[in-house]
Nanobody, 122 residues
Framework: QVQLVESGGGLVQPGGSLRLSCAAS????????MGWYRQAPGIQRELVAT???????NYADSVKGRFTISRDNALNTVYLQMNNLKPEDTAVYYC????????????????WGQGTQVTVSS
């Protein structure tokens, strides 16, 4: 069982910044990828950014140039630095981690955090 604990959400004015953190704990042999998704009311959950074990990154078009994802492999922690926030960034942000708790496909995990609220409003 792999648990994810997120932190760093809150209320910020348009143009402001926030940094989200997500730490994974439990039985982890290898972490394939970590990422952030978000869900606004009435809208399907969408990808924000992902980063794999080789630090290759992928971003949604809507956040390119404003958000930066990074990870600390030793700590199994992923970060999301969000700059120049806009009201349309308001959502619950969820951390995701994919990896293996052992060896073989049966040991694969795909875990989600509980979510952290980000509200951008003046």
């Amino acid at each position: 069982q792999v648990q994810l604990v997120e932190s760093g959400g809150g209320l910020v004015q348009p143009g402001g910044s926030l940094r989200l953190s997500c730490a994974a704990s439990g039985s982890i042999v290898s972490m394939v990828a970590m990422g952030w998704y978000r869900q606004a009311p009435g809208i399907q959950r969408e990808l924000v950014a992902t980063i794999n074990s080789g630090h290759s990154k992928n971003y949604a078009d809507s956040v390119k140039g404003r958000f930066t994802i990074s990870r600390d492999n030793a700590l199994n922690t992923v970060y999301l630095q969000m700059n120049n926030l806009k009201p349309e960034d308001t959502a619950v942000y969820y951390c995701n981690a994919v990896g293996y708790s052992g060896y073989g496909n049966a040991a694969r995990f795909d875990s989600w955090g509980q979510g952290t609220q980000v509200t951008v409003s003046s």
